[in-house]
């Protein structure tokens, strides 16, 4: 395999760290240059021209499938691994739709980055195998018509979130509390709860459970987890 330069665009510095940590042991990845926004992500692809560009779908500026839309446009060569929080079907799928090239899940991120590197760098697609064939059936459904889920004005209300308010509207979803989505994102509770605060004024809604019925009306969770 040939010397590949990578690209880190995510804008948890302590995330970045470690997935430096973990592709900078395999010493046919050289990673020349890190972003923690869109912006500063396109000023360093103009200057280094990686070959491989390991993205969050969740980023300060925009959300990554538009950027990824962006640079398959400007540089259609460059391949793009992300690796996300985001595990739902329509996440994944727009992400390939867009021109991503392999998914990866953060949870699974230490067990399946360098494969998903080692996918990509051959010209090949990869994806979480938990996911993939869920992922390739929705692709086939899409074909001929643009991937997006049926609209309705609560998507519209969603759209005017912020990519952190969404991300953390999805976890408070999924139940986890302000101290746990702090731990997980690497910011503070205070800041956690003026996002839920603004989350909530945003979509009108009071309460936990109304942010549960919220996302599970969008198909941003899984409603069998609450089940268990």
Known sequence: MNHQKILLVDDHTLFREGLRVIIEKEERFEIIGEAGSAKEALQLIEKHQPDIIVMDVSLPDTNGIDLTYEIRKQWPDIRILVVSMHSKVDYIAEAFKAGATGYVVKDAASNRLIQGLESVAKGMYFMDSSVSMSVVNRL?????????????????????????????????????????????????????????????????????????????????IDVDLWKK
């Open 140 to 220: 086939l459904q899409g074909v001929g018509q643009p991937l997006k889920p049926n609209r309705s004005p609560e998507d519209d209300y969603y759209n005017a979130l912020t990519p952190r308010e969404q991300e953390i509207l999805r976890l408070l979803a999924e139940g986890l509390s302000n101290k746990q989505i702090a731990e997980k994102l690497f910011i503070s509770q205070k800041t956690v709860q003026n996002h839920r605060n603004s989350i909530k004024s945003k979509l009108n809604l009071h309460s936990t459970v109304d942010i549960i019925r919220y996302a599970a009306r969008l198909g941003l």
